[in-house]
């Protein structure tokens, strides 16, 4: 499958519908979702957008951030 897919031309959907399996099932599982008028390309557009943001907050780790300790000061009160 690999090696097919290295061979469809990524830049061509039409192609890819037709030769990649996994990506005629997601078109055609997308397609249904209009024809049902469950919802709009706007509304299908959103919730691709709003997928992948999740995906990267549920799998990139946070990064650390690195503060120089010469460059902070921290100004105590006194209390007392």
């Given at each position: 499958?690999?090696?097919?897919?290295?061979?469809?031309?990524?830049?061509?959907p039409r192609e890819?519908?037709?030769?990649?399996?996994?990506?005629?099932?997601?078109?055609?599982?997308?397609?249904?979702?209009?024809?049902?008028?469950?919802?709009?390309?706007?509304?299908?557009?959103?919730?691709?957008v709003l997928a992948?943001?999740?995906?990267e907050e549920r799998?990139?780790?946070?990064?650390?951030?690195?503060?120089?300790?010469?460059?902070?000061?921290?100004?105590?009160?006194?209390?007392?």
């Amino acid at each position: 499958m690999d090696n097919e897919r290295m061979a469809i031309r990524k830049d061509d959907p039409r192609e890819r519908y037709l030769y990649d399996a996994e990506f005629r099932t997601l078109v055609d599982a997308m397609l249904k979702l209009v024809e049902n008028c469950q919802f709009t390309l706007f509304e299908i557009r959103q919730a691709l957008v709003l997928a992948f943001i999740l995906y990267e907050e549920r799998h990139l780790a946070p990064r650390p951030i690195k503060v120089p300790v010469d460059k902070v000061s921290i100004k105590w009160a006194d209390k007392e």
